[in-house]
């Protein structure tokens, strides 16, 4: 059996007319002779009725405070409305098709509510209907415990659903649909002339995905890279090839050529940050820079960014626990500068190790526009520059120029 796993997110299963479109996407991959497993998200974006943004304000809305449990087992009925919708798309249309739940298709997470992590997949009931010759819809973006709770995998999450199926079910390929023609060297919504890359490496995608370009999980292509499985990114609204993604390798002749990663693959983009800079020159504490962190830590604040000088602390945090921070700090008798409405923007690109003067073309491309770059920080695969919220789109773009990325 030829199996084939298609996932569909949110902006192509919005209206009964784009969902007539995934059905023949789908009908077209049983035409090719696979068996198909259909993995979906929510129907459409914040505003739509089912969508996940829609019903975290149906959540807030009873109660602010809502627990994670109760949170996840209302989001977790975005993808099955999805899912049986679908379903019924495609019986009307003469196809035989069942729509499972995640827990049904036998998706095992932990029970980090909100952003689960799979840890099992029993594929045998979803084998099953496949042998039936039915295409198995499958809700993405959520699991069950062991114990039985209904948990949800993070924003994004139906990516790592569809991955982890491929894998369990040793699909030729994951195809993942989306709005726009495949990965791009940055978000189409900032620069229009964005390039669609044709092939990308697991290892330049994943990058990519951890500094936010949304268009994969980061968790769906670490599952890809462990279990060498090609995926495929494509468009719901057009027959263009997309991007694949895998590792590169190319025969010729005799010769077995490995192409390397580039330089720089892509721009991205992360909003919602806040700095916070904490004076330590007056501080007798000599342990006083350690105590930030733990404090931090210990609340559960995740933090990026970080310098740590003689006198002085910076670091950032996600804007939404901005004042949680702030307060901690403040119960331990420190004052800190607090500058709110930052973004992350970063220059992306595995093969970028020792090739000198990338930094020096960042801060051109920068100061050129104007922007001030409140902190910078680098590894060996990536470039991050600290700017103001306003600054953001005008910095994507005068990077994504400088290195010339679009064709
Ligand atoms: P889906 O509902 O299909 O899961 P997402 O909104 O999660 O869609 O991801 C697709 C979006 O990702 C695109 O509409 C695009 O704006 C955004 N995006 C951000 N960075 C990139 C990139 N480098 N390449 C392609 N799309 C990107
Ligand atoms: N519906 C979920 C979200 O919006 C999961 C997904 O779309 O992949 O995050
Ligand atoms: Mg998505």
Redesign the pocket.
């Known amino acids: 059996m030829r199996i084939l796993v298609q996932k569909f997110?949110?902006?192509?299963l919005a209206t009964h007319e784009q969902r007539e479109r995934v059905a023949e996407k789908i009908i077209k991959a049983c035409r090719e002779g696979y068996a198909v497993v259909v993995v979906v998200?929510a129907m459409g974006r914040m505003g739509a009725p089912y969508a996940t943004d829609t019903l975290i304000q149906l959540g807030n809305a009873a109660n602010p405070e809502l627990s994670k449990r109760e949170l996840d087992l209302l989001l977790s009925c975005g993808e099955i409305i999805s899912g049986a919708v679908l379903a019924g798309v495609l019986q009307r249309m003469g196809f035989d098709t069942v729509c499972l739940t995640g827990w049904q298709a036998g998706i095992i997470t932990d029970s980090q509510y909100g952003n689960a992590r799979i840890i099992e997949v029993k594929p045998q009931q979803v084998l099953r209907y496949l042998q039936e010759k039915k295409i198995v819809i499958v809700a993405g973006f959520q699991g069950i415990t062991k114990e039985g709770e209904i948990t949800t995998l993070g924003r994004?999450g139906?990516?790592t659903t569809a991955v982890a199926l491929g894998v369990a079910l040793q699909a030729e390929v994951v195809e993942i649909y989306?709005?726009?023609d495949g990965?791009?060297?940055?978000?189409?919504?900032i620069v229009k002339e964005?390039k669609t890359l044709e092939n990308i490496t697991y290892n330049e995608i994943c990058q990519?995905a951890h500094e936010g370009?949304?268009?994969i999980h980061p968790r769906a292509v670490e599952i890809a890279m462990q279990n060498n499985i090609p995926l495929r990114v494509k468009c719901t609204f057009n027959n263009n090839p997309g991007t694949l993604v895998a590792n590169r390798k190319g025969v010729l002749e005799d010769t077995t050529v490995i192409h390397h990663d580039r330089i720089i693959t892509?721009i991205?983009q992360i909003s919602n940050i806040t700095q916070l800079k904490i004076e330590t020159k007056d501080y007798e504490d000599p342990q006083i820079q350690l105590k930030i962190f733990k404090a931090m830590a210990l609340a559960g604040i995740s933090v990026d960014f970080i310098n740590v000088y003689p006198e002085a602390v910076i670091f950032t945090v996600r804007d939404e626990v901005a004042d949680k921070a702030v307060e901690i700090l403040k119960n331990m008798n420190l004052h800190p500068e607090v500058r709110r409405g930052c973004a992350k923007v970063a220059a992306v690109g595995a093969g970028m190790t020792g090739i000198p003067g990338v930094m020096a073309k960042i801060i051109e491309a920068l100061t050129n526009e104007g922007i001030k770059i409140l902190q910078s920080a680098d590894s060996y695969t990536t470039i991050w520059c600290l700017v103001a919220r306003e600054d953001m789109e005008r910095a994507v773009r005068a990077l994504h120029q400088q290195f010339l990325l679009s064709d």
């Open positions: 997110g949110g902006t192509s998200s994004g139906s990516d989306t709005d726009v990965i791009k060297t940055a978000d189409p919504r964005a990519l370009a949304r268009v892509g991205t």
